[in-house]
Nanobody, 123 residues
Framework: QVQLVESGGGLVQAGGSLRLSCAAS????????MGWFRQPPGKEREFVAA????????YYADSVKGRFTISRDNAKNTVHLQMNSLKPEDTAVYYCAAGLSTTTLNGARVNYWGQGTQVTVSS
């Protein structure tokens, strides 16, 4: 069992930056690939980024490539999403997720979800 708690969301102006964090409980954290998804207002949840259990493999949605960076610290059971050059269309609830691999996360097959944190980007 893995429990995920996100933090770091908030209101930021377009062009600004935010760093989301996800704290995981459970001794098996390092066994899971981790990812971030988001759900914009009135839209379906979508994949944002994923990182392998060892941190050596990452995937990004085309819409965030070059602007967002996912990282993890297995010693601290945390995963982060550094978001730069934010745009109004990045406004969404952001969810931390754990899955069996980066491929399965990219396919939205998630084993555990966090509760979400709101990110609002003003124009």
């Amino acid at each position: 069992q893995v429990q995920l708690v996100e933090s770091g969301g908030g209101l930021v102006q377009a062009g600004g930056s935010l760093r989301l964090s996800c704290a995981a409980s459970g001794r098996t954290f390092s066994s899971y690939a981790m990812g971030w998804f988001r759900q914009p207002p009135g839209k379906e949840r979508e994949f944002v980024a994923a990182i392998s259990w060892g941190g050596g493999v990452t995937y990004y949605a085309d819409s965030v490539k070059g602007r967002f960076t996912i990282s993890r610290d297995n010693a601290k059971n945390t995963v982060h999403l550094q978001m730069n050059s934010l745009k109004p269309e990045d406004t969404a609830v952001y969810y931390c997720a754990a899955g069996l691999s980066t491929t399965t996360l990219n396919g939205a097959r998630v084993n555990y979800w966090g509760q979400g944190t709101q990110v609002t980007v003003s124009s």
